[in-house]
């Protein structure tokens, strides 16, 4: 064994070994949306600190006194949606969502993954090419016949959400814009923050991406977007971890960078933030210095508005938004264990009436809910949120993170946007009131 | 950096009590938690006070008081209303209480075919209350398949006389198991699974209709009837009075092994009421220290993912357990730590922690372990200092109580949330308001 299998080794232990402090409670069963909705799953516990008892942490079955002991005792653990509400739960510090997705990840280590699971995990490549054919391939993602015969060759649902694809990515905009405006002096980090878009604004909602550039903007921040790629996490989710490992290599390579210099990255995407944050080094076990740099500097959208406001240096002239808002909060936020900070600065807004709709998961957990065989499950785990929103009657929700925007509008034909989406609208308005000139950038929303 | 008036640390029935207190009375406030715990273990019930000398919880809290040391000396005059703040909030998240402090102490049956002393439970568990009447008789029904309740064995150790201590009981105990619709097959079933076909009126219908077949079928007539407690979850009293209804016997839960469904209901009432009134509730991460400015705590810092979450406040309550819920850390050279201030802690010493039986009557040494407050809650340094202004002790943490042993821990959580919250919220805040914020 290799001085860095022995190292892989013992940084699964973390998770893995975590299992010791379990006290067989059951209170992450408790919390388990996907349970909730399916005898199919068992439950965290059962496939988690249970069965990681019997796991030997090999890909392969390992021989003993001529008896095979299977890398995973329990395939049931892929009807885990990696939501993670069972390690928030537990009272024990034991790492069952976690040890899920390894254990997930060693049961398929070796077999040639799904084409579907394959697809689904490669965001960079399936973004590149619809952008590039993007009157096609949007066409094509909203036909139903074509969609069905998508069911039964590739295995994506029929009626999973889909976004769709930009005229261009973020990452080319950008840099004509860049083109245009000419060489200008990078501002410091005292003056400028690194913008960590992720998959969705680059290929799909560049109205997000403007939104933040214009919010900090109006908070005296410019906005550098560097090359990246993916953030990993599809990967991660459809058990790639060597593909992962590359994403995040590269990602942290560029990051590393900005972060020695003292910039902070944002990330619009709590999923991505919190993979930055978190996964790279607890997951992929990534434990070099640039990693822990980069995570360090790593802060979702709405923590770092939170934190200016703290800190007395938020821009609230908001102005008067009088509707109600229904929240929901996406499960990868939770894991950033920093409460609901999109609720705070909702509370900064005169006459914006926004309600936590307090409820687990959305049913889409990242690509979960797009599976054919996982959507009916993805749909009964939303099911309660989708009729409150809908109760609500308000014309539009809010939820920071990509995917459960594209599964709750879809679920309930109600508009769904970025937190920061509404905070922009909110100074616009405050424009007009306070009679400021408005911004002369492209109006928010596609 | 989010800021509070109050930050209760601890999600139990102290924490959640302290937390609520708090926000009744207008102030901010921020319940943090590392997970759930007490309220997902435990039976559900309001234990006040059971001792076996006590015919009232009111005379076991006056016995307790005189205790050396246990917090009722300075606590116990207030369990009254706490207690009837409690219910009336319970009984409008949908989880009704029954029976009061002047209730006579009862022996109800247990899962596990014992018996406990309680006066105070929720509706469900409520019929396992009240003397037997002469030819009453009990029936033990479970439901097949699930390992969680096994009726044959309650029934067989419920016949025994020495288990109700002697006195008043069942004419007979008799047991029955029940196949309830698509779950006869399963492996794996646990409570809430259950109790959450229940919440479904048409699976409802027919379980009901199932068990008072096979009841019906069991030789006598009347008496009451033992079921595992998992009538329902969010439409507990809609279920239980179908339950009642449908039902040849007089039915009652009987709380489990984790997860706790009626547990779960208590903690799901006082949350939905907190969070009515505005607090925050954050669970998942472990608040690992705090700011100090002098005396007064400024802040709480849990973990957060790759760096800390920080909530500014004017003052905290500690709620955060005894040893089995981490408030006490035991270290290997026989001392015993406060997780989180490293308050001072009052213990046997270590060659005195062992007990050759863990459940003995005359309660465990580590019991009593835990922090010594002054009568207004604020954590004694070993010199008979007063380290905080703004810091008050709640629950289960507090020194002087055995709350296996005499089942005086929920209205030691009870009364001591409450007196923290009000205490503190009499204490001016560390801060102002924040110009133009409001509440949501």
Do not use: E, I, V
């Given at each position: 064994m290799t001085i860095a299998e022995l190292i892989t080794e013992a940084s699964e232990r973390a998770v893995g070994y975590s299992s010791d402090e379990c006290l067989k409670c059951n209170v992450c069963v408790t919390v388990c949306p996907v349970a909730r909705v399916t005898d199919l799953f068992p439950g965290p516990k059962y496939v988690g600190p249970q069965a990681q008892r019997f796991r030997?942490?090999?890909?392969q079955p390992v021989q003993i006194k001529g008896i095979a002991i299977a890398p995973s005792p329990d395939v049931t653990v892929d009807w885990c949606s990696g939501c993670g509400w069972c390690t928030t739960a537990c009272p024990a510090g034991v790492k069952i969502a976690e040890m899920n997705s390894q254990s997930r990840a060693r049961m398929k280590a070796g077999k040639r993954p799904k084409l579907r699971d394959w697809g689904l995990g490669q965001t960079d490549l399936v973004g590149s090419l619809g952008v590039l054919f993007s009157p096609i391939t949007n066409r094509v993602l909203f036909n139903g016949p074509i969609r069905t015969v998508m069911e039964w060759t590739v295995g994506i649902h029929r009626d999973a959400p889909f976004p769709k694809f930009g005229k261009r990515t973020l990452q080319s905009t950008w840099k004509r814009r860049q083109k245009r405006r000419g060489t200008m002096a990078v501002p410091g980090p005292d003056r400028a923050v690194v913008y960590f878009h992720g998959c969705s604004a680059n290929y799909y909602e560049q109205h997000v991406a403007d939104a933040l550039v214009e919010i900090l903007r109006r908070n005296g921040l410019e906005t550098i977007i560097p090359e990246q790629v993916c953030c990993g996490l599809p990967m991660i989710s459809n058990a790639l971890y060597g593909d992962a490992r590359n994403k995040a290599h590269k990602n942290i390579d560029v990051l590393a960078g900005y972060a020695r210099q003292g910039y902070r990255i944002i990330g619009t995407s709590t999923s991505c933030t919190h993979t930055i944050k978190a996964e790279y080094r607890e997951m992929l076990d990534i434990h070099d210095d640039d990693a822990t740099l980069v995570a360090n500097a790593t802060w979702d959208i709405c923590e770092f508005l939170l934190d200016l406001h703290e800190r007395g240096r938020l821009n609230t002239r908001f102005g008067r938004l009088d509707e109600d808002l229904p929240y929901h909060a996406p499960c990868q936020l939770r894991s950033h264990g920093i409460g609901l900070p999109a609720m705070e600065l909702f509370a900064l807004v005169p006459g914006l009436r926004a309600a936590d709709m307090d409820h687990d998961c959305c049913g889409i957990a990242g690509t979960y809910g797009m599976k054919k065989e996982k959507y009916p499950i993805g749909m009964a785990v939303g099911a309660p949120l989708f009729d409150k929103i809908r109760a609500s009657g308000a014309s539009e929700a809010a939820c920071d993170s990509e995917t459960c925007r594209w599964q709750i509008e879809k679920a309930t034909g109600t508009r769904t946007r970025h937190p920061i989406e509404i905070l922009l609208q909110a100074y616009r308005v405050g424009d007009v009131a306070g009679g400021t000139e408005s911004s002369t950038l492209a109006p928010v929303g596609t | 950096m989010p800021s509070a008036d109050v930050v209760v640390i601890g999600a139990g029935l102290a924490g959640l009590t302290a937390a609520l207190t708090a926000a009744e009375s207008g102030a901010r406030v921020h319940l943090l938690a590392k997970g759930h715990a007490a309220t997902h273990w435990g039976p559900g019930g309001i234990d006040v006070a059971g001792i076996p000398a006590a015919r009232t919880a009111r005379d076991g809290i006056g016995l307790l008081a005189a205790q050396p040391g246990h917090p009722y000396a300075f606590l116990g005059d207030d369990v009254a209303e706490a207690l009837e703040w409690i219910r009336s909030h319970l009984a409008a998240g949908g989880a009704e209480y029954l029976g009061d402090l002047d209730t006579p102490l009862q022996l109800v049956p247990t899962s596990i075919g014992g018996t406990r002393r309680a006066a105070i439970l929720p509706a469900g568990q409520?019929?396992?209350?009240?003397p037997w009447a002469s030819g009453e008789r009990l029936i033990v029904c479970g439901v097949a398949g699930f390992k969680d309740f096994w009726p044959e064995a309650i029934a067989a150790s419920l016949s025994r006389e020495r288990i109700w201590e002697g006195?008043?009981?069942?004419?007979s105990v008799t047991h029955v198991s029940v196949a309830l619709p698509g779950l006869?097959?399963?492996?794996?079933?646990?409570a809430l699974e259950i109790a959450r076909r229940f919440d479904d009126p048409a699976w409802r219908a027919k379980a009901i209709e199932a068990l008072a077949r096979a009841l019906g079928a069991v030789p006598g007539s009347g008496g009451r009837v033992a079921l595992p407690a998992v009538l329902g979850i969010r439409e507990h009293a809609t279920v239980l009075a179908a339950v009642r209804e449908g039902l040849p016997a007089a039915p009652f839960e009987m709380p489990l092994v984790p997860p706790s469904v009626p547990g779960m209901r208590l903690y799901a009432a006082l949350r939905a009421a907190l969070l009515r009134l505005g607090g925050r509730v954050v669970i998942g991460e472990m608040v690992e220290r705090v700011e100090r400015d002098g005396r007064r705590v400024t802040a709480v810092v849990s973990g957060a993912a790759a760096r800390t979450f920080t909530v500014r406040t004017g003052a905290l309550v500690i709620a955060t357990g005894g040893i089995a819920g981490g408030g006490l850390v035991a270290e290997r050279d026989g001392r015993l730590r406060e997780a989180l201030l490293g308050l001072p802690v009052e213990a046997p010493p270590a060659d005195e922690w062992l007990a050759v039986d863990a459940f003995d009557p005359a309660g465990h040494p580590l019991e009593k372990a835990g922090i010594r407050t002054d009568a207004d809650l604020r954590p004694v340094a070993?010199?008979?200092?007063?380290?905080?202004?703004n810091v008050r002790v709640a629950g289960s943490?507090?020194?002087?109580?055995?709350n296996v042993r005499d089942r005086c821990g929920d209205g030691v959580a009870l009364t001591s949330g409450r007196r923290a919250a009000r205490l503190l919220s009499a204490v001016p805040a560390g801060h102002a308001e924040e110009p133009g914020s409001e509440r949501p």
């Open positions: 030997t942490g090999r890909a | 409520a019929a396992a209350m009240g006195g008043n009981r069942p004419a006869a097959s399963r492996h794996n079933l646990n070993a010199d008979g200092s007063l380290p905080f202004d943490l507090l020194a002087g109580q055995r």
